[in-house]
Structure formats: C-alpha cells, structure tokens
C-alpha cells in the first residue's frame, strides 16, 4: 500500500533563508509524486509532480523537488524564502492504477522575519 | 483564481436544514471529486465521480448526498448533519481518474458550520 510521510508539522525558516521540507513515500510501484500548497482560506494549489523522465522538478513560485528512488523521497526546496511562502503544504503521491491520492499530514512553514 | 469554482464559499445550516454545496468546472474534466477537510488536517476523500458516475463512494454517511448533473457540475447535497460535519469541503478536478499522472484541480472550498 501506499503511504506518504512528512517530517516535521511544523517548520521555521528566515526570510531569505532555504527552505527545506521533507517528504518521503512508500510504494510498490513507481508512484506519482506531487506536492501542493495552501493558504489560508483556500484551497490546495498544485507546486510542482514528478511522473516520469527528470527527477529534479521544478515548480512555481521558485520551488523545485527531487526525487530520489533509492531514498524513497521527494523533498521540497526554495533557495532563499519569502514571506508569502507562509503556508501549508502537502506531499501527495498517486500510485499507478489506483484512482485515490494519498496525502500527508501536511507541514506549516513558518517564515520569520 | 482557481479554475474550479465552489459555492457558496461560506455557510451556516442548523441541523435540521437541508442545503447543498456546488462545484463547477469549465477544463473538460471528466473526474470530479469531494473531500472533506477538518483544521489542521490532511483533505479526507468522500467521493469521486468519472464520467458522471460515481465510482467511489469512502463510506460517507447518508446525509451526505452527491450529485452529478452534467460533466461541468458537482454537487453535495446537505441533510441533517452533525456538529461534527462542520470543516472546509474541497471539490476538486482532473482529467480522468485514471490518468494517474495527472494532478487534481482544486477550488478554495465551502466553509461549514453546522450549529
């Protein structure tokens, strides 16, 4: 079955800083991997997926993921945050054949001035 | 601005009211879904319609009732709910449900409070 793992529910980074959020997954088969964001009073915005093909992934809004096989991860980067970062977000993978994704329980990234 | 729309975007029901909740997408998408989302929490999947079918119902109680009338709209027919019904409801969009490789749509969701 598959599952998705986020370390740490909440985060704090400064304004400028790198931001890292963690995410790693379990899966039988080569999954589909995305992460999402959400504001508050809003609904989920997709960042960035990894399907198939390059494993570095490059989102909107300055985000990338790389996803490593032999690690079982997909985590989230910002080189250098910004207020406006301040968020929820989500991985979520989708395996093949399954019609369902399976979300994390989310990290709320702090930025601090 | 999402390209799924729901309304109404907030709502207060008594419990014995009868409401519904609507979803609308104009992106050719043939999957649509209903999650249900409490504070601080990960969205819960509720239900999930392909092709004006339902193909998943996640053993949500009948007082909870959807609705496909077309391929652009989605609705959540609301009777008689609980205080514990009271969350952020997601309705979300995709190509189809099998293109796994696809990311679903969300909209900003419908506020419910249930007094």
């Known amino acids: 079955a598959q599952s998705v793992t986020q370390l740490g529910s909440h985060v704090s980074v400064s304004e400028g800083a790198l931001v890292l959020l963690r995410c790693n997954y379990s899966?039988?088969?080569?999954?589909?991997l995305f992460w999402y964001v959400q504001y508050p009073n809003q609904g989920l915005q997709l960042l960035l997926k990894?399907?198939?093909?390059?494993?570095l992934v490059k989102g909107i809004n300055g985000f990338e993921a790389e996803f490593k096989k032999s690690e079982t991860s997909f985590h989230l980067t910002k080189p250098s945050a910004h207020m406006s970062d301040a968020a929820e977000y989500f991985c979520a993978v989708r395996q093949n054949r399954d019609d369902k994704i399976i979300f994390g329980k989310g990290t709320r990234l702090h930025i601090l001035p | 601005d999402t390209e799924v729309t729901q309304t109404p975007k907030h709502l207060v029901m008594g419990m014995t009211n009868k409401k519904s909740l609507k979803c609308e997408q104009h992106?050719?998408?043939?999957?649509m879904y209903w999650y249900k989302q409490k504070a601080k929490k990960p969205p819960e999947l509720m239900f999930v319609?392909?092709?004006?079918?339902?193909?998943i119902n996640e053993s949500v109680p009948s007082r909870f009732s959807p609705e496909c009338p077309n391929s652009s709209l989605l609705n959540l027919h609301l009777h008689a709910l609980q205080p514990e019904d009271s969350a952020l409801y997601l309705c979300?969009?995709?190509?189809?449900?099998?293109?796994?490789?696809?990311?679903?749509?969300f909209g900003d969701g419908t506020r419910l409070s249930i007094l």
């Open positions: 899966s039988s088969v080569p999954p589909y």
């Open positions: 992106m050719g998408h043939r999957a």
């Open positions: 990894y399907t198939t093909g390059a494993t």
């Open positions: 979300a969009s995709s190509q189809e449900v099998t293109a796994n490789y696809q990311p679903q749509h």
């Open positions: 319609y392909s092709y004006e079918k339902l193909s």
